[in-house]
């Protein structure tokens, strides 16, 4: 069976954040080189993503729901991927952002006003974004001249989504950002239905006390991801959805179907205990370092 993948390794603030840009170079000279071909994750749910930060989109039968739509500088791969798929952009109703970063909604700005969808972004990263618009990193975002994806709905706690057939549990998670939200629905095949599961932030960049510092931010960051992690754990969970590619090893998956014809790795009710597990193995890491 397909092994989970583990979550980074343990730089000092200061390495990650002076490689930043120079390891972005590649993708924003040329983000066609980081396409990758869309595919059905399970029935009705589909990555439409690049090889950079994940998007997942579902067909609801009356409309799209569309979760991150990434960097601004690739949207046309956005684009291609959808159309691909045999989808019209025109069709969708709800762009979600999973969090209040420039590298999940880049190009949903675009999107808004070329087809009219609606964006959903949780209330306290919306709020903390108008305090601070530093605080969605637009002068690391290959377009700093653009404006922030303000979102049409700001999600509360508990609040449910719904199009067509798909109604999306939106959990506030605070850890990646304040306003990190998990995401719960059921993706449907027929008859099959899965739980899904998709932790809308991840990365340990903005959990650093140097960055909090730096953006005016709660310094128990650790702590409070803690507290999710333990809040979205009891969830029952067949697929859990990545937020960018390593984080549910989205490629190597993928590779794994067409390797495997017939197996689907994505399906694999331990894998978001196995995922949680590793994401509180460097949270440890990172209270223990001091970071
Ligand atoms: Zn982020
Ligand atoms: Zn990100």
Known sequence: MYKECELGSNKTYKEVIDNF??????????????????FRIFGNLYYVGDKKVCSHLIDTGDGLILFD??????????????????????DIKLIINSHGHFDHFGAGNEFRSLYGAKIAMSKVDTDLLREDPRRALMHLSPAPNDDICWPDIEIEDGDILTVGNTSIRC???PGHTMGTMAFFFDAVDGKETK?????????FLSVYKDYCREYGLPLNKTELLKDSIEKIRPEKVDIFLGNHPYHNCTLEKRQWMIDHPGENPFINP?????FLNALEARRQDFERLGY
């Open 195 to 203: 739980k899904v599961g998709y932790l809308g932030g991840v990365g």
């Open 21 to 38: 840009l120079p390891n972005l170079e590649g993708f924003y000279k040329s983000p066609s080189a980081y396409r990758v071909e869309p």
């Open 69 to 90: 739509t990434g960097y601004r500088n690739a949207s046309h791969l956005l684009l291609q991927s959808i159309y691909d798929l045999g989808f019209d952009p025109h």
């Open 270 to 274: 331990n894998g978001w205990d196995i």
């Open 171 to 173: 959990v506030l998670a």
